[in-house]
């Protein structure tokens, strides 16, 4: 077990996502410790990939502007490290990429090197349930955590995802791909509802969250609202002048939903 | 847990979000159903022979064997299937399938415009509604399947993210279900994303060696020595060799695309140059950088540009019971050339990878040994592209 259950003791946890390397792994280094200063609970980084396929155009189009300037799983572990030992982020930290990017790393040195940076667990949309063993067997071993989706479609597999998940659960509020949505039609009270009754770990809601509207309904039903889209898009439209408008971003939806 | 399905050795399994579980599932349980039920293999059949028009020929080619001077060679003729592909095979099987599990939507991705042109062919006989996603520069050098398709009454989303080609229409399509999943099946184009689908589209394809393997034994009363069939995601291959894989005398060999070469960045020749990774939902060998990036693939042939291969394929290739060859372009469009000139058969550039390898292999064998070559499609939609590579511009 990870220190990711640190992340939802203090209330609502509000757990901002970036793609690593857009523009450049120092301004994501920096957005990084902005989002911990303006309240952030816990920061997924997201390892771009090439081939994103639970993503939409957003974050997409962020991978291949990070891969284009040379973001590699390599860098992003230095950054992870230099975050820890010389910027003073302390928050809990969790990898978001696929399944191939730690495959064809090796999933026991993958391991080995997240630890060392200080990365608590693991996010990896194309790895179901099914799949899980073959990461978090080797994850477990390390004290890291493999973190679980639920969908709005998980119906009578929520009960087993729920029951045997690790770190928290990471709960899908609609159809489709990651992105801004300007409603979510999913009932999430008693999506989060079911969640829970066979959770042992908290649950945080994302896709389509931007607004601190959304995020204070959302976070009525969930112990934290994760938003990627809306944080990648500010980035896009900034570039590396993007930390401060980052950060004020990350206090106004903190605020919203504490 | 020891849960994963579908497995190839160690190859298949499920490797997409938790937001298409059911609908694979559902899928795996419909398709496990039917798949026995006399009725619907029944309709499955009056479908291939009623309106295919299967069984497809095996023809012996006298010209090409003479031209050649070595082993006989026979074509197994999918090119002469209603839409000019063995695409159609998969097609009428899921298509059925989808009716029966209520289903009223297809969507489909392709590369060359076959399968795009099969499922809407499908979707038009049953009264469906169809979309396909294919590359925006596949929509560019197959724009006559564009318009079949469209004539066809499906619509066509042409993909521009990533490098706009087969994969980048994978997953689109892939996106595109997880938004509607209650009234749409997914009607993949080959053997090759996750479990069951690997399965259903090899039981669909396998037709052709069923077939190949009685005429074969009917017109020289023994099994072939060596069955030929070019291969990216590798549905007509597994089709062509699947009922041979037990008779372990028969070399089978898929004829991967090496673009401009395996030695260069230009390939799509995934066993040759690939290694074992997890993309669109499966576990196989892929074109990849050091970091499992995926790498930007490319051959003349659009149906063949596909960074990834099926999970059993791959299996094959680990096992050694089928050998995988690459060959170039250059070589392909040759094979087109010769084969048109030799047979008056038109390939498809595609079945020109096979024809290709077996100019290089037959005139090395005795000449009574026998080989079966798949002729997976026909040419007529790669002309203008293989004009313009010979330098002529021609209006389509």
Excluded at chain 2, 72 to 99: C, F, M, P
Excluded at chain 2, 223 to 230: G, H, K
Excluded at chain 2, 239 to 251: A, E, Q, R
Aim: with cysteine; net charge negative.
């Amino acid at each position: 077990m990870s220190d990711i259950s640190k992340a939802f003791i203090n209330g609502k946890a509000f757990i901002p996502f970036i793609t690593c390397g857009d523009p450049d792994l120092e301004t994501t280094e920096e957005c990084i410790v902005r989002m911990q200063k303006a309240g952030a609970s816990m920061i997924e980084l997201g390892i771009p990939f090439s081939d994103p396929t639970a993503e939409g155009p957003v974050i997409m189009e962020a991978s291949i502007r990070a891969l284009e300037a040379g973001a590699t799983t390599d860098r992003i572990f230095d950054m992870a490290k230099r975050l820890r030992s010389e910027r003073g982020v302390t928050i809990p930290m969790v990898f978001m990429t696929y399944a191939n990017v730690v495959f064809s790393y090796g999933i026991e040195r993958f391991c080995v090197k997240s630890k060392e940076c200080g990365i608590s667990g693991f996010i990896l949309p194309d790895v179901p349930y099914e799949e899980k063993e073959e990461f978090a067997s080797v994850m477990r071993g390390y004290g890291l955590d493999f973190v679980s989706l639920i969908a709005p479609t998980s119906e009578d597999r929520i009960a087993k995802i729920a029951s045997s998940a690790e770190g928290f659960i990471y709960i899908v509020s609609s159809l489709g791909v990651t992105g801004v949505r300007s409603k979510i039609n999913t009932d999430i009270p008693s999506l989060g509802r079911a969640v829970k009754s066979s959770a042992n770990v908290p649950c945080a809601i994302g896709f389509g969250i931007s607004t601190p509207e959304q995020a204070k309904e959302m976070s009525q039903h969930a112990d934290g609202v994760i938003v990627g889209s809306a944080i990648v898009k500010l980035i896009a439209e900034h570039g590396k002048d993007a930390p401060s408008y980052v950060e004020d971003y990350v206090r106004s939806m903190v605020s919203a939903i504490t | 847990m020891g849960e994963s399905k579908g497995r190839f050795g160690i190859h298949g399994g499920q490797y997409i979000p938790e937001t298409l579980m059911n609908a694979v599932i559902e899928l795996e349980e419909a398709y496990n159903h039917y798949k026995d039920d006399p009725e619907f293999n029944k309709e499955l059949e009056d479908l291939f022979n009623g309106y295919a028009g299967r069984p497809s020929n095996l023809y012996f080619a006298s010209k090409l064997t003479e031209a050649l001077g070595g082993c006989r060679i026979y074509l197994k003729r999918e090119d002469l299937n209603h839409t000019g592909s063995h695409k159609i095979n998969n097609v009428l099987g899921q298509a059925l399938l989808a009716k029966k599990m209520g289903k009223t939507r297809l969507i489909a991705e392709t590369g060359a415009g076959q399968h795009g042109v099969a499922t809407a062919t499908a979707a038009a006989l049953m009264g469906m509604e169809c979309k396909v996603f294919m590359g925006k520069v596949d929509t560019e050098r197959q724009a006559l399947n564009v318009y079949r398709m469209k004539l066809l009454g499906a619509s066509v989303m042409p993909v521009t993210s990533g490098t706009a080609t087969l994969k980048d229409a994978v997953s689109e399509a892939m996106r595109e279900w997880t938004t509607r999943i209650d009234d749409t099946h997914y009607c993949l184009g080959s053997v090759m994303g996750p479990h069951p689908f690997p399965t259903i589209v090899r039981d669909f394809q396998a037709v052709i060696s069923r077939e190949s393997r009685a005429q074969v034994l009917e017109a020289e009363g023994r099994l072939p020595d060596y069955v030929l069939a070019c291969c990216g995601g590798g549905s007509n291959a597994i089709g062509s060799f699947y009922h041979y894989i037990n008779d372990k005398d028969v070399k089978l060999i898929g004829c991967e695309a090496a673009g401009r070469g395996i030695d260069t960045f230009e390939t799509a020749a995934t066993i040759n140059t690939g290694k074992v990774g997890i993309f669109h939902g499966m576990k196989s060998y892929f074109c990849q950088n050091e970091y499992g990036q995926i790498a930007p693939v490319y051959s003349i042939s659009a149906g063949l540009d596909y960074p990834g291969i099926g999970p059993e394929h791959a299996m094959l290739h680990d096992t050694g019971r089928a050998e995988y060859v690459a060959i170039t372009d250059e070589e392909a469009v040759n094979a087109f050339e010769f084969l048109s000139k030799t047979e008056g058969i038109i390939p498809a550039i595609e079945s020109a990878h096979a024809v290709a390898y077996a100019m290089k292999l037959a005139p090395t064998l005795p000449k009574d040994k026998i080989m079966v070559i798949t002729i997976s499609g026909r040419g007529d939609k790669d002309c203008a592209a293989i004009a313009r590579y010979r330098g002529e511009d021609i209006n389509e």
